[in-house]
C-alpha cells in the first residue's frame, strides 16, 4: 500500500524559509512523476512542483527561483525547500506521486493516484 506523509509546515514571517518533506513508502514504480501541490481556503489545488524519476523539475511561475523540489532516493523521501516565503505561500502543502512521467498534466491534481495527508504552511508580513 502506498503512504506518503509529509512534514516540516509551520509558522514563519515573510522572508522566512521552510523544508517540508514527503515519506514514502510502498511505492514499488520506476517511472513516475511526483509533486508538491498546495490548496489555499476557499481556492482551488494548484500544482506547485514537480519531479520525474530521471529528476527532470518543473516549477510553478509563482514559485520559480525561490522553490527547490528535491528527492533522497535512498531515503524515499521528497522535499521542497522554500525560500523567500510570502504571505501569499499560505496553504496546505500536499505531496502527490502518479506511475508515469511527468509528460502530461504534471501540474493537474486529477493526473495524480497518490496523496499524502498535508501540511500547513503560514506565512505572516
Known amino acids: 500500500q502506498v503512504q506518503l506523509v509529509e512534514s516540516g509546515g509551520g509558522s514563519v514571517q515573510a522572508g522566512g524559509s521552510l523544508r517540508l518533506s514527503c515519506a514514502v513508502s510502498?511505492?514499488?514504480?520506476?517511472?513516475?512523476?511526483m509533486g508538491w501541490f498546495r490548496q489555499a481556503p476557499v481556492k482551488a489545488r494548484e500544482g506547485v512542483a514537480t519531479?520525474?524519476?530521471?529528476?527532470?523539475?518543473s516549477y510553478a511561475d509563482s514559485v520559480k527561483g525561490r522553490f527547490t523540489i528535491s528527492k533522497d532516493n535512498t531515503k524515499n523521501t521528497l522535499y521542497l525547500q522554500m525560500n523567500s516565503l510570502k504571505p501569499e505561500d499560505t496553504a496546505m502543502y500536499y505531496c502527490?506521486?502518479?506511475?508515469?512521467?511527468?509528460?502530461?498534466?504534471?501540474?493537474?491534481?486529477?493526473?495524480?493516484?497518490?496523496w499524502g495527508q498535508g501540511t500547513q504552511v503560514t506565512v505572516s508580513s
Open positions: 519531479i520525474d524519476s530521471g529528476g527532470t523539475t
Open positions: 502527490a506521486a502518479r506511475p508515469t512521467d511527468c509528460t502530461y498534466g504534471r501540474m493537474n491534481m486529477y493526473f495524480y493516484h497518490y
Open positions: 510502498g511505492y514499488a514504480y520506476s517511472n513516475y512523476c
